[in-house]
């Protein structure tokens, strides 16, 4: 069986006709960039952010025809609203949750339900998103430490690597393979050292150069989170990219974030960066759970002497200049670096070990507040 190419599916496309009935909707320039792996399509259509809702049938019907095509074997389309210049794009809620192969309870016993327009992931009872300013500050080694010391204080932990670009979990937590399929559709989470993990670094090869434009990045975000089989767990955590792009203005829009937790080094260029990730997830009322500062001193191998050579408190006072909390300091040893490129993270490898002992901490103080508070809510895209 050949391979589907973007020009079939496009050929395919043109039978569906668009809202104005006489011209199909790849005439109309209605279709995004289509993106092909491993047999499954993704595309988006734009449309008029104040018909989004009444054009829902639309977005299923070419859903529909390129599923029927020969060869696929699973399509992915939402709708995007085309923004009116100046002003935000509105983009309605879809009538009800798209349905769910486990669609239980919080397990607390009571799911979080959130505002408006905002649909939350069935069975999962709290977001984390894991960021910073720029890269470079270990922030993915950090959120994969975090994440197992949420789940060694005893809490069902998922990590969802939201690095469409650079994919790092895999091979951080050690996983390989492709993940399993129920139905065609909802997708089985890898696992490792007890965390259920999602990464586009699982679907596409490693070496895959990934040049999507934000509506792709939309779509293959929602269908990592929405799609995926997570089960029950207490707290589901996000490695976000570094930066405040695409991906990040999707994540604080799009999902019920119960907070953010940014990642920072000493320098004070790190922190300059640092207050831009605060400040994105302030504009979108995303709570922020505080500031870790990493590689915040080096303890030598030998002698386990400290060494403040990068500048030692400088996220500290940050942090309590702006009123936000504290979490923690990880310090910068040969352990970190060394399990973090083997994929064995310190705090499985070492789990009695000090540094462990951190990351076990902020995870206490992160979870403290995140226990105690509502996931927020902001307008959703529409998505099946």
Do not use: C
Not at 327 to 335: A, D, I, K, R, S
């Amino acid at each position: 069986m050949s391979d589907i190419t973007k020009e079939q599916v496009l050929e395919t496309l043109k039978t569906v006709r668009g809202p104005d009935l006489e011209h199909n909707i790849v005439e109309l320039g209605m279709v995004s960039d289509v993106f092909i792996s491993d047999g499954k399509v993704y595309f988006s259509i734009t449309v008029p952010a104040d018909r989004a809702k009444d054009l829902e049938p639309l977005r299923q019907a070419a859903e529909r025809a390129v599923k029927n095509m020969p060869g696929v074997k699973g399509a992915l389309v939402a709708l995007t609203a085309d923004k009116k210049a100046g002003a935000p794009a509105s983009r309605p809620a879809p009538s009800q949750p798209a349905p769910h192969a486990h669609s239980h309870p919080h397990p607390h016993g009571q799911q979080q339900q959130p505002r408006a327009g905002k649909l939350g992931v069935p069975g999962v009872g709290a977001i984390i998103a894991v960021a910073s300013g720029k890269g470079g500050v270990g922030k993915s080694t950090t959120a994969v430490n975090l994440a197992l010391g949420l789940a060694a204080n005893g809490l069902r932990v998922g990590i969802l690597d939201a690095d469409i670009y650079g994919p790092s979990m895999p091979r951080l937590l050690k996983i390989s393979g492709r993940p399993t399929q129920i139905d065609g559709r909802i997708i089985n989470p890898m696992e490792n050292y007890g965390l259920k993990v999602m990464s586009m670094g699982f679907l596409v090869e490693e070496e895959t150069a990934m040049i999507w434009r934000g509506p792709m990045v939309q779509s293959a975000l929602l269908q990592m989170l929405r799609e995926v089989a997570w089960g029950e767990l207490d707290v589901l955590v996000v490695d976000m990219p570094p930066g405040t792009g695409d991906v990040q203005l999707t994540m604080a829009q799009q999902v019920p974030l119960a907070g953010a937790v940014i990642v920072s080094t000493p320098q004070d260029l790190a922190l300059i960066d640092a207050r831009k990730g605060l400040n994105m997830f302030r504009k979108v009322e995303v709570p922020v759970l505080g500031i870790v500062e990493n590689m915040s001193y080096f303890i030598a191998p030998d002698t386990g002497a400290r060494y403040d050579i990068f500048g030692h408190g400088g996220a500290r006072k940050e942090a309590e200049r702006i009123g936000v909390p504290f979490l923690g300091e990880v310090p910068l040893t040969m352990g970190i670096r060394e399990t973090s490129d083997a994929g064995t993270p310190l705090v499985a490898a070492e789990p009695n070990g000090v540094v462990a002992g951190i990351y076990r901490e902020i995870a206490a103080n992160v979870w403290k507040q995140v226990s105690g508070s509502p996931q927020r809510a902001a307008p959703s895209i529409v998505f099946e």
